[in-house]
T-cell receptor, first 110, second 115 residues
């Protein structure tokens, strides 16, 4: 599996967009980029995934660079409830496991 | 629809004892995965079961075992508990396997403390 690199932590102001970077320079052509988050004392929650095109859903947007070596998760209007650890994961589509790293601890401040 | 449920919520055991953790997947989901999350780290994959068959196993000792029942619920068993087994144990279920991607839905976890 390709590995990912994320900043350890970042702060964000409530109501502003939060841009979470992820580096996956060794990603293979058949590997997708997944994002999960884990709010304190809860199980991880799926956010979004993509292969090479930008993706958007009700929670977030995912921007993947053309060379696919990095991506950015965008929370358009961060709220206090978005405070969590965010995990960027790369995996092939039919892989049975998720390989979590340490993630980015995002703190949204009022 | 109810999400993934796990029981018990919290558990305290003594070194050397055995523990059984239980998971009920989302209705219609046939695949269950187990993860261990030690404090301060991301979850680590232990097992995945699909249609009662083990599909994958992470780098965990044979003290860890699991099974899946005909109703797709699952149990994780850990024998000869060590202090290092203290962790949050997460269960995740996913929809029937298909060629395209599928996301895993996690339960709230069981907090195991070994003293």
């Amino acid at each position: 599996d390709a590995k990912t690199t994320q900043p350890t932590s970042m702060d964000c102001a409530e109501g502003r967009a939060a841009n979470l970077p992820c580096n996956h320079s060794t990603i293979s052509g058949n590997e997708y980029v997944y994002w999960y988050r884990q709010i304190h004392s809860q199980g991880p929650q799926y956010i979004i995934h993509g292969l090479k095109n930008n993706e958007t859903n009700e929670m977030a947007s995912l921007i993947i660079t053309e060379d696919r070596k990095s991506s950015t998760l965008i929370l358009p209007h961060a709220t206090l409830r978005d405070t969590a650890v965010y995990y960027c994961i790369v995996r092939v589509s039919n892989d049975y496991k998720l390989s979590f790293g340490a993630g980015t601890t995002v703190t949204v401040r009022a | 629809d109810a999400g993934v449920t796990q029981s018990p919520t919290h558990l305290i055991k003594t070194r050397g004892q055995q523990v059984t953790l239980r998971c009920s997947p989302i209705s219609g989901h046939k695949s269950v995965s187990w993860y261990q999350q030690v404090l301060g780290q991301g979850p680590q994959f232990i097992f995945q079961y699909y249609e009662k068959e083990e599909r994958g196993r992470g780098n965990f000792p044979d003290r860890f075992s699991a099974r899946q029942f005909p109703n797709y619920s699952s149990e994780l068993n850990v024998n000869a508990l060590l202090l290092g087994d203290s962790a949050l144990y997460l269960c995740a279920s996913s929809a029937p396997l298909r060629a395209s991607n599928y996301e895993q839905y996690f339960g709230p976890g069981t907090r195991l403390t070994v003293t």
